[in-house]
């Protein structure tokens, strides 16, 4: 792994430095005519960096994956029927509405609402469950290793993006 000094860009960032500031020069003369602020240099510059914008991509990458791992714990909720179900000799339909909710510990909320018609015959429930898992040691400490594991994957890549930022600032100030 390469690592890179406080204050300097590597060999591939002062080319795209270099890059961007040769494309500056090349505007047309309407814009070489005028004078940049500071701000706008390096705002251009932000905008010119592929590395700049990947890292920024990669953050949003990083939160995405968070809500991925988090959308496992929402509540859901779902719904099916079926109709033209054959029960013996019986022609029939069979509806569910359900609700759940999973937990960090590997429980889970669940109430459904269920509906059958055979014939003559009509059925109709209303079912609460709570689920708790005896044989899955550790999901709970897996679980939440996960979430701070996204967590710090955001953090981290918004920490690089920022010194890259500062980086990125230096170098145009020093052009």
Known sequence: MTRVRPGSVGRQGNLLVGLA??????????????????DDAIRIARQNNHDHLNRVDEVAMAELDYESVRSNYRTQFRASGNSNAINGAD?????????????????????????????????????????????????????????????????????????????????????
Do not use: C, H, W
């Not at 897996?142 to 710090?152: C, F, G, T, V």
């Open 91 to 175: 022609l029939g339909s069979y509806y569910r509405v359900a609700v759940s909710r999973s937990t960090l510990s590997g429980s889970r909320y669940s109430a459904a609402l269920l509906n059958s018609s055979y014939g003559e015959r009509n059925l109709s429930e209303l079912r609460f469950s709570y689920t708790l898992p005896f044989f899955n040691k550790g999901k709970k400490e897996r679980n939440q290793l996960e979430l701070d594991k996204a967590e710090m994957t955001i953090a981290r890549r918004q920490r690089m993006v920022s010194i890259a930022e500062e980086e990125l600032a230096a170098e145009v100030t020093q052009a």
């Open 21 to 38: 500031l040769l494309l500056l020069s090349a505007l047309s003369s309407e814009l070489a005519a005028r004078e940049i602020s500071l």
